[in-house]
């Protein structure tokens, strides 16, 4: 185990951490708010899904995914259809649009990341995907999930966890 004072560091750098990702959602354009690049971030990784799975990918309640829905589905970028196991629910799927601007977003993403860690070497940026997978993977794995310390990540998170983790714009 890590000595105490090296937690308090990891405190402080995740903290600083705010500035990375103000600095990507600056790039978002306006029309396409984080919320709405997350969620279609997210219809592209798990395909087609009800809104209540949405809004527990999303780890927000109901409300705030119902906003982030309307906005993508009024800008064109996802459909809702009824649910044929269930014609009180509705099913989301991206449409062309939604995948044309996602694709965009993250042409945006990769683009500020090459910018600013072009001094970095491809080890490192693979150490850093590596290493911040893990975090979020023991946070997910220790944290609500229920998962006990020393399971692997492939164990938790009911079948959401895979190794390749979403890659949201944000």
């Given at each position: ?6 937690y308090?560091?990891?405190?402080r ?5 705010g500035?990375v990702?103000?600095g990507?959602?600056r ?33 927000v ?8 829905v ?16 269930d ?20 042409r ?9 860690l ?7 940026v ?6 911040l997978?893990?975090?979020?993977d ?19 998170r ?10 949201t714009?944000?």
């Amino acid at each position: 185990m890590a000595a105490r004072s090296q937690y308090e560091e990891l405190a402080r750098q995740l903290s600083a951490v705010g500035a990375v990702k103000r600095g990507l959602l600056r790039i978002l354009p306006a029309e396409c708010p984080g919320g709405s690049a997350t969620v279609l971030t997210l219809l592209a990784k798990y395909g087609e899904m009800r809104i209540t799975q949405l809004a527990e990918l999303l780890a927000v309640n109901m409300s705030v995914t119902s906003r982030h829905v309307a906005h993508t589905a009024e800008n064109g970028w996802i459909e809702r259809s009824p649910d044929p196991a269930d014609k009180r629910s509705r099913i989301l799927r991206l449409t062309p649009a939604g995948e044309e601007v996602l694709a965009e977003l993250n042409r945006r993403t990769t683009e500020i990341f090459a910018h600013n860690l072009d001094d970095w070497s491809d080890e490192e940026v693979g150490q850093l995907n590596t290493l911040l997978s893990r975090l979020r993977d023991s946070f997910s794995c220790r944290g609500t999930g229920g998962c006990t310390p020393g399971r692997h990540s492939g164990d938790c998170r009911s079948g959401l966890s895979d190794d390749s983790h979403t890659r949201t714009p944000l």
